[in-house]
């Protein structure tokens, strides 16, 4: 009942419509003056960010902000992957059965995220991990490692919540919201996939590296809400590094995982 009642409320209110209004509102040189309460209420380092508040023109603008160049240090050994924003990390683990994870007994399914049987056959019996950005975080988003984009897709269309909330009544949002899909190439032929989720109302993924070659810690889009990163390995790959316990925080260029 609770379920129902939550995607419907959900439903009625997460459209084009609503979506530009949202929009409209974050954007609007108004917004400005809720900069200072914002960061305020939600404890954001304000001395790490790029630049003064005054300085940022709508509130938009403030939630997409850039760091300082010394705010986020990459793991630079080799053989580490770091972690590509600032999260939470909201589940981890090995992937069985093609199911990626379950919440409040749903399952979520590898086919259905990758978008097909093909796709996903190549993490089956690998590992999973999946980063939570609330709207208190950092939202750049950078790469992992130093690879090649094999290639990029999207998937789905509108968005729910991927909070806890979102995971217990939304219908699927880690493998049925809208998506981009990013297949990377690294480290002698090992794959790895790169998946951005977008989260409730504005499906705004946005890609500011286009080129075919990531380079670890380098910049390549940035979420406009609080969202979600998913990344897959395959089976025998990499392990979990000791510092990843579900519910932690995790800081962009923090190493999560180590190739084997």
Not at 14 to 34: C, D, E, H, M, V
Not at 166 to 185: A, D, F
Request: hydrophobic fraction near 35%; avoid cysteine; proline fraction near 3%.
């Amino acid at each position: 009942m609770k379920e129902r009642f939550y995607q419907n409320l959900i439903e009625l209110t997460n459209g084009k419509t609503s979506s530009k209004i949202l929009q409209s509102i974050a954007k609007s040189p108004l917004s400005k003056k809720f900069i200072r309460s914002y960061s305020k209420v939600y404890d954001i380092n304000i001395d790490e960010v790029s630049k003064k508040l005054e300085h940022y023109t709508s509130l938009h603008d403030f939630f997409t902000r850039e760091l300082k160049i010394d705010a986020r240090p990459i793991a630079d050994q080799a053989s580490l992957i770091a972690s590509p924003v600032d999260a939470k990390i909201e589940a981890f683990g090995n992937i069985r059965d093609n199911i990626i994870l379950t919440v409040k007994n749903k399952p979520y399914s590898l086919v259905d995220l990758l978008g097909s049987e093909a796709n996903a056959k190549r993490y089956e019996r690998g590992q999973y991990i999946v980063f939570y950005l609330s709207p208190a975080d950092y939202h750049r988003i950078h790469s992992p490692l130093d690879a090649t984009v094999v290639k990029q897709y999207v998937l789905g269309k509108k968005s729910y919540p991927v909070n806890q909330i979102g995971l217990q009544y939304g219908k699927k949002p880690i493998s049925h919201n809208y998506r981009m899909i990013t297949e990377l190439n690294y480290a002698n032929n090992t794959y790895a996939a790169f998946i951005k989720v977008g989260a409730t109302f504005v499906n705004s993924i946005v890609l500011t590296n286009t080129s075919s070659k990531w380079k670890k810690g380098e910049e390549v889009g940035y979420f406009t809400f609080g969202s979600t990163v998913v990344m897959l390995f395959e089976e025998h790959t990499v392990t979990f590094n000791e510092n990843i316990v579900q519910g932690h925080a995790i800081r962009m260029g923090e190493a999560f995982a180590t190739m084997l």
